[in-house]
């Protein structure tokens, strides 16, 4: 936990939060992905690999599953963490580069840690436009955001140009059991 409130501190442009997120808010960000039925499974900001642990431990042993995360004392936490799974030094846009390293064209679901209210609008546009890109047709891309930040002008603007890029967008309940505590996004393509 102090080297996720150090990371805040030293890179807050890329670390959203103070402490990791819960096992509770994982389990239910997993579930609402399905990546128990998933065939390949891409994560956004794998953080100290709190989600990361939890989709391994979830999906089937034939499953894909590689994480993103551009903050290498992040990339070396999940990889400690998560030794059998694959964690790559990028960001979300390179998952295109990624999926085809593993000869696959797209993924069945997407779930992402990322800050999205502490990108510019152009940042959002282009991860989402990659998102929705590299998503199998009715897949689904899984994102939380934490009580009261959606009342900022970035998180409303997240919130309205998601239906542009997805079909079909869900709020969840609110997971109390996170510090903050959170709502999920389940956006299906």
């Known amino acids: ?3 996720f409130a150090r990371e805040f501190i030293l890179s807050p442009r890329s670390t959203g939060a103070i402490v990791p997120s819960s096992r ?3 389990e239910t960000i997993t579930r609402a992905a399905g990546v128990q039925r998933a065939d390949t499974v891409v994560e956004f900001g794998s953080g100290t690999g709190v ?5 391994s431990k979830t999906i089937s042993p034939n499953t894909l599953f590689f994480a993103l995360e551009i903050n290498p004392v992040f990339v070396c936490k999940t990889r400690e963490r998560c030794p059998g799974v694959t964690v790559y030094q990028a960001g979300a846009c390179a998952t295109g580069d990624y ?9 069945d679901c997407i779930i992402s840690g990322l800050p999205w209210t502490l990108f510019s609008d152009q940042e959002q546009d282009r991860i989402l436009e990659v998102t929705a890109s590299v998503l199998r047709e009715g897949g689904r891309f899984v994102t939380f955001s934490y009580l009261g930040v959606g009342l900022k002008r970035n998180g409303r603007r997240f919130r309205r140009v998601l239906p542009m890029h997805f079909r079909q ?4 309940r609110m997971v109390w059991r996170n510090l903050p505590p959170a709502y999920l996004y389940v956006c299906s393509k």
Do not use: P, Y
């Open 169 to 172: 967008v869900e709020t969840s």
């Open 51 to 55: 989600f990361t642990e939890q989709i």
């Open 1 to 3: 936990m102090l080297n």
């Open 99 to 107: 999926l085809r390293e593993h000869n696959r064209d797209s993924c």
């Open 24 to 26: 509770g808010l994982a």
